[in-house]
């Protein structure tokens, strides 16, 4: 079956650095997606990878293995704005998009 | 660019009304469009993908006779909830994309709807 596994809650302190992990299991794969959603709001992108490595993009960078089925998020310098739910996706064969339930990120002062 | 409207952001209806939600596409022509659904503190769920001027795909469970989705032109899509419950009460959200290859799909802000 198809799958996404990410840890449910995480907590960190502002100005730290906080990665989010992502594991998945897709019919073929098409690239990984990680959306940003804060509550109340509909999800915006951050990034999507599609070849083993990582892309950076300011604070923000994710991290893609392919032979592992990994993929994480990492956030540099938190602010209290990245208080959100990080939703990983990963796209099958037919570019369909597996959601996962999303990590609700709790940044403390 | 790539922005994306949804019209209303909030409503509030009786049981058995039906409402109808619009989903637009600003400044891209939207190939693709789709709905999902999302109850408190829970994930994206997907109701049903569309391309333009086509119908609409469904995923398993979901009502297409209740939900009636009309892609009608590349900039715009509608989803209506028909005699609506209050068990449809939820955050309806879309999204577009170019419809290329694993493209990125942006959101719209959300419609919260919620049935008396």
């Known amino acids: 079956g198809q799958n996404i596994d990410q840890p449910t809650e995480m907590t960190a302190t502002e100005g730290a650095i906080v990665q989010i992990n992502c594991t998945y299991q897709?019919?073929?794969?098409?690239?990984l997606f990680w959306y940003q959603q804060h509550a109340g709001e509909a999800p915006t992108f951050l990034s999507y990878?599609?070849l083993d490595g990582l892309e950076e993009k300011g604070r923000f960078s994710s991290f893609l293995s392919r032979s592992k089925g990994y993929s994480y998020l990492l956030l540099k310098e938190l602010q209290m704005k990245d208080s959100a739910s990080y939703l990983c996706?990963?796209?099958?064969?037919?570019?369909?998009?597996?959601w996962g339930a999303g990590t609700k990120l709790i940044i403390k002062p | 660019g790539a922005v994306v409207s949804q019209h209303p952001s909030w409503v509030i209806c009786k049981s058995g009304t039906s409402v109808k939600i619009e989903c637009r596409s600003l400044?891209?022509?939207?190939?693709?469009m789709f709905w999902y659904r999302q109850f408190p503190k829970q994930s994206l769920m997907l109701m049903a993908t569309?391309?333009?001027?086509?119908?609409?795909?469904?995923e398993q469970g979901v009502e297409k006779d209740k939900f009636l989705i009309n892609h009608a032109s590349l900039t715009l899509s509608t989803l209506t909830v028909t005699s609506a419950h209050p068990e449809d009460s939820s955050f309806y959200i879309c999204?577009?994309?170019?419809?290329?290859?694993?493209?990125?799909?942006?959101f719209g802000p959300g419609t919260r709807l919620t049935v008396l």
């Open positions: 999204s577009a994309s170019r419809g290329e290859g694993p493209d990125t799909q942006y």
């Open positions: 400044d891209f022509q939207a190939t693709t």
């Open positions: 569309s391309n333009e001027g086509s119908k609409a795909t469904y």
């Open positions: 897709t019919s073929g794969f098409n690239g």
């Open positions: 990878n599609v």
């Open positions: 996706a990963g796209t099958d064969s037919n570019y369909q998009l597996i």
